[in-house]
């Protein structure tokens, strides 16, 4: 089928206008490839990574086309095949599938070096000599961003339990992630503060490991199902009612754990048992536990508006765009405003503002343009990605000072009523 | 081709926009028609109507073909470059020249997606009809070249209806124009008409002069359903005859209402043999007024149940999905084959009953759904392409379709066009003489058969079994 309603909803289609850049272009070039029409060669490889993965071509599909299976296939294909990659993107992409997510001690080890990096004056000196840029421009300016990270993760912070606040309505385990517990261990915090004070018993099982996204959208399968086994066996000795996660990104990946691992009979009933339990942060305090009770923006903030960036994943694949809005709309009232195209990729999409820079950055530019138009003092996301990207953009526009880019997380805690 | 023409089109639209690599070759070969596919030479982006001019004349020289592409969304097989050559695709011409609000008028260039250009006209109060299902992704250029239909058709008529003028270019590079902004003009043959539904085999439009109209008050939206598709193929004749034209009527059968339903999560009627969805506009008393007349028809001809839509996002939404029926179809088997047969709107009832019967006795799949109100109905037969059997099957059932749509005083396509689908058809329709006619207007306009050739002209007439017209 080739209607070409998924057009329209493709940001590449929308940023280029090219057939080849759109879902309907790019399943063409994987049935020619399988068809032996064409030479699945670089330009090949270069078109299935313009993709994002950000998945919006499959909601817009009334024939059901499973884009994102079809991607990952091709991509795996590639990956078995390729030889190309720049000497660069192999090193970032080795380090990080290969020596960094898969190991949580790790991760907090490079947390620890960032914040070290960051306070001592290193960055500064960075900074003004620009030997960053002379590495990447794209690795400058992601620099410039980096929240302050930590060496110690959620389960240092908190321990591994944490009691239910008031009537209790069930335990959930916390998926605590790789990036959102170094960087944004804080928002990790909060999240846990968040469904303790609903009413869950929260478990953060410290035998959790990366979640294997970016391995299975950059073809990595095989080790993406290691990870994947190695989760639910610790989600499932934890015995939960629930799987939270605060990443929309991540939460994509487990709940499809049953996709991933459907080569493997043996695995079916536990895949299935978990990715059933899977929720996003926003929809399970939407949706289940004790209602929260949030304050009133402050009178100084009379005019501060909120509006909300959605995260590709939670939407597309998760289906849980609607509770974020619903939450913001209890916790901002009048002031949360929709921005034109929220629902539209960011340009983050994992790692692809690093190895797509360019077809990033014109995202992120159409998207602040909207960011801009909404007039907002918060831009609130749902991932890490998307939480950096628009910090990104916030900073590459110069107003820092007026505008913020927030996790959920944060947003809610900070105005939680107790 | 050869690798001088190929740098003279760079040399006239800059490196950038000539393309004849792998990737760009491939996603040109094909459109929204199952079961085509055939590689260009090259493809092209011009950016103006002198680019245009440039590059037919440099096709022209060396007797290269040409394909005109808005967004391939069409289903005829109508841009699939079955003789190679260069395929144009018109996405950045995509500009709104200029909207006239003395003469309710828009000038714009062919790119311009069908729903972006209504969005606009729609935010400045004016109104334009033509509303393709594909619309969303559709072109005004290939809508043009197809004389689309949509939605709103049985009341407001098709694209040829909005249609007052045109700039394009010709096979040899020159540019014509026709029409203008006004509403009467009987200068010389209709140039104007003559191109639009002409397919891309004519001649490329570059600019277009639409009608804008002003937009109705109210609206309103209702479904009503029935556990007989006949007696709602019944309604649509009774509801014509009763001197009611509403704004939309179209015909959704179980199957299709089973998978848009899939889709579009709206709680359709799942148990229904068929639903209409009807919507009149125009004054709000008026509305009124022929609502009920509607609903009490609906009733005579026993309709199980009958619902308003409440909102106007709630008429949008049914709308929306009902625009999705064709690709969602594809839920049920991986090819799905949609024609496109019409009959006079007095003979939708015996129309459905023969559609069934055939697909009974081809032992085929068909669903039907379409714009019912203006007898072009959708029978869509649901299969699978690699069943060789079962698609002659399907092949045989669709011929007798045709046949049955032309018995009826019907034609073998309402508004997708005739492309390479259709052409071995056309001969039923217009006879020997129509297809003289026809051939000798592609001779004048396009003596070297440049202009999107294997379209429209097949090389042989398919033998109609029975000769004779309703
Ligand atoms: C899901 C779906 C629903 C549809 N619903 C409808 C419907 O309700 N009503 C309807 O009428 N059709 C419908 N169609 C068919 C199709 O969308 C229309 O024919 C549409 O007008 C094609 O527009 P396009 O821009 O995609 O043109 P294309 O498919 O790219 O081209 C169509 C024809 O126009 C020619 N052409 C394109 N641009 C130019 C130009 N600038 N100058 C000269 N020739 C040109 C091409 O050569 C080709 O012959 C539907 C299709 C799909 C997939
Ligand atoms: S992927 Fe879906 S929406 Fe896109 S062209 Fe195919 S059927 Fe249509
Ligand atoms: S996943 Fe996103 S970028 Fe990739 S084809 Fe689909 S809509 Fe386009």
């Not at chain 2, 929204?32 to 596919?37: A, F």
Request: aromatic share 6%.
């Amino acid at each position: 089928m080739r209607c070409g309603f998924c057009l329209p909803a493709c940001p590449t289609f929308k940023e280029t206008g090219v057939e080849a850049e759109s879902p309907r272009g790019r399943i063409s070039l994987m049935k020619a490839a399988v068809d032996g029409l064409m030479e699945p060669n670089v330009m090949f490889e270069e078109q299935m990574n313009h993709c994002l993965g950000c998945r919006a071509c499959e909601p817009a599909c009334p024939a059901d086309v499973k884009y994102g299976q079809l991607i990952e296939q091709a991509r795996e294909a590639v990956e078995l095949h390729t030889t190309q990659h720049r000497w660069w993107v192999k090193g970032v992409r080795k380090a990080v599938f290969k020596q960094l997510f898969p190991h949580q001690h790790r991760m907090r080890l490079l947390g620890a070096a960032m914040n070290v990096y960051k306070k001592s004056g290193v960055q500064t000196l960075i900074r003004k000599t620009n030997a960053v840029g002379m590495f990447s421009s794209q690795l400058a300016s992601m620099e410039r961003i980096l929240p302050d990270a930590s060496g110690k993760g959620i389960v240092e912070i908190m321990g591994t339990r944490v009691a239910a606040k008031g009537e209790k309505h069930g335990t959930v385990g916390m998926f605590r992630g790789c990036l959102m517990d170094v960087m944004f261990t804080e928002t990790n915090r909060k999240t846990v503060e968040l469904l303790s004070e609903a009413g869950f018993d929260v478990v953060i099982p410290e035998a959790q490991n990366c979640c294997g996204a970016l391995h299975a959208h950059s073809g990595e399968k095989e080790q993406a199902k290691e990870l994947a086994k190695h989760n639910i066996r610790a989600f499932q000795e934890a015995g939960v009612d629930f799987i939270v996660s605060n990443a929309g990104g991540c939460g994509a990946i487990l709940v499809e754990y049953d996709h991933l691992l459907h080569e493997e009979p043996e695995w079916h009933d536990q895949a299935i048992w978990f990715a059933k339990r899977v929720k996003d942060i926003s929809t399970i305090l939407a949706e289940k536990g004790r209602p929260l009770q949030y304050a009133a923006l402050p009178q100084d903030q009379g005019t501060a508006r909120v509006t909300y960036q959605d995260s590709c994943h939670l939407r597309n694949v998760m289906k849980g765009g609607q509770a974020p809005r619903q939450l913001l709309q209890q916790a901002a009232g009048g002031a949360y405003v929709e921005m034109k195209d929220a629902g539209s990729c960011c340009g983050s999409a994992g790692i692809y503002n690093m190895t797509q820079p360019e077809m990033s950055n014109q995202i992120l530019e159409h998207k602040m343009e909207n960011v801009n138009a909404a007039g907002v003092r918060y831009v609130v996301t749902s991932n890490p990605g998307c939480h950096l990207q628009m910090k990104l953009g916030i900073e590459k526009h110069g107003c820092s000072g007026q505008m913020e880019a927030l996790h959920i997380a944060d947003f809610l805690y900070d105005r939680l009523v107790r | 081709m050869d690798s001088n023409v190929k740098h003279l089109l760079r040399g006239i639209v800059g490196d950038a926009y000539f393309k004849d690599d792998a990737q760009s070759l491939v996603t040109h070969s094909y459109d929204g028609t199952p079961m085509l596919q055939s590689l260009p030479d090259g493809v092209i982006y011009p950016r103006n109507t002198a680019e245009v001019s440039a590059i037919m004349k440099v096709l022209h020289e060396h007797r290269i073909p040409l394909v005109s592409r808005g967004s391939g969304t069409n289903l005829c097989g109508g841009t699939v470059p079955v003789h190679g050559g260069v395929v144009m695709v018109m996405h950045r011409m995509n500009a709104i020249v200029e909207v006239d609000t003395q003469n309710l008028t828009a000038t714009v260039q062919p790119g311009i997606i069908t729903k972006q250009f209504i969005e606009h006209i729609e935010g400045l109060g004016l109104f334009y009809p033509p509303d393709p299902s594909s619309m969303a992704i559709s072109t005004i250029g290939g809508n043009i070249a197809e004389c689309s239909g949509g939605l709103r058709g049985l009341k407001y008529g098709t694209t040829k209806d909005y249609v007052l003028g045109l700039e394009c270019v010709l096979a040899d590079g020159q540019i014509l124009r026709t029409g203008g902004k006004l509403m009467k003009d009987v200068a010389g043959y209709d140039l104007t008409k003559l191109l639009i539904g002409s397919e891309g085999t004519l001649a490329v439009i570059t600019e277009a002069t639409l009608k804008l109209i002003p937009p109705p008050k109210a609206k309103k939206t209702m479904l009503a359903m029935y556990t007989d598709i006949y007696g709602a193929a019944r309604t649509v004749s009774s509801i014509i005859e009763n001197r009611i034209i509403p704004a939309t009527l179209e015909i959704m059968d179980n199957p299709t209402i089973r998978v848009v339903d899939d889709f579009a999560k709206l709680g359709l009627p799942l148990d229904m043999a068929a639903i209409l969805l009807i919507e009149q506009d125009g004054e709000p008393e008026m509305v009124e007024r022929d609502i009920a007349k509607i609903s009490g028809i609906c009733r005579e001809e026993q309709a199980a149940r009958i619902s308003i839509a409440e909102t106007p996002e709630e008429a949008l939404k049914l709308l929306t999905a009902r625009r999705s029926a064709f690709t969602a179809l594809a839920r049920l088997r991986p090819t799905t084959i949609l024609e496109d047969a019409t009959v006079p709107r007095s003979k939708i009832a015996e129309m459905v009953l023969e559609i069934n019967r055939i697909a009974e006795k081809h032992n085929v799949q068909i669903c039907t759904f379409g714009h019912a109100g203006d007898g072009n109905l959708h029978p869509t037969a649901t299969t699978d392409a690699r069943d060789l059997e079962e698609v002659h099957r399907v092949e045989a059932a669709f011929e007798d379709i045709f046949e049955a749509a032309i018995r009826l005083g019907g034609t073998i396509t309402g508004e997708h066009g005739v492309g390479m689908v259709k052409a071995p058809y056309l001969e039923w329709k217009v006879g020997g003489p129509g297809i003289q006619v026809m051939e000798a207007i592609k001779e004048a306009f396009d003596p070297h058969n440049l202009l999107n050739p294997g379209k429209m002209f097949a090389k042989e007439s398919r033998r109609r079994v029975v000769i004779e017209r309703g």
